[in-house]
């Protein structure tokens, strides 16, 4: 089982992205209730926690809901595209021993993002975008776009 986090938006587009890859196995997703993971939920099986929003409360519950969402699913895969919601996630994978996967965003082609730098500290594989990168993920691994072109 495979347990996808992104927040909405672009890292939900970039998670789509790799749908080739994690449609052939288990998988779930975690994320917040908007919209378009709304959308997602129809399709998809997709567990909503709160939002942190750089708000210690509201990461404390994010924190909480994961904890049991993971506890209870048992992944043994965490795939993440950032951001926000997904470092709350990715702790508690990595205090349950889960190998964890985060793929920087396509948008920051300069610098690493807040949650890139949290994550990329206890990330088994982090995965980047741009050739740039590589002075804020030394041992990253330059993974190119993972956009298709049509």
């Known amino acids: 089982m495979i347990l996808l986090t992104c927040s909405a938006g672009g890292h939900l587009a970039e998670?789509?992205?790799?749908?080739?890859?994690?449609?052939?196995?288990?998988?779930?997703?975690?994320?917040?209730?908007?919209?378009?993971?709304?959308?997602?939920?129809?399709?998809?099986?997709?567990?909503?926690?709160?939002?942190?929003?750089?708000?210690?409360?509201?990461?404390l519950r994010a924190f909480s809901a994961a904890w049991k969402i993971v506890s209870e699913k048992k992944p043994k895969l965490v795939i993440s595209t950032g951001a926000?919601?997904?470092?709350?996630?990715?702790?508690?994978?990595?205090?349950?021993?889960?190998?964890?996967?985060?793929?920087?965003?396509?948008?920051?082609?300069?610098t690493a993002s807040v949650s890139g730098k949290i994550i990329s500290l206890f990330a088994d594989k982090v995965v980047y975008q741009w050739k740039e990168l590589?002075?804020?993920y030394p041992s990253g691994i330059y993974g190119g776009s993972i956009f298709v072109t049509p």
């Open 15 to 59: 998670m789509r992205q790799l749908e080739s890859f994690y449609a052939r196995f288990p998988h779930f997703f975690i994320t917040f209730e908007r919209k378009d993971t709304q959308s997602l939920a129809q399709t998809e099986t997709v567990h909503f926690i709160p939002r942190p929003g750089r708000n210690i409360l509201q990461t």
């Open 84 to 110: 926000d919601v997904t470092v709350p996630v990715c702790i508690v994978a990595k205090l349950q021993g889960i190998p964890i996967i985060f793929i920087e965003s396509f948008c920051r082609p300069y």
């Open 134 to 136: 590589k002075k804020d």
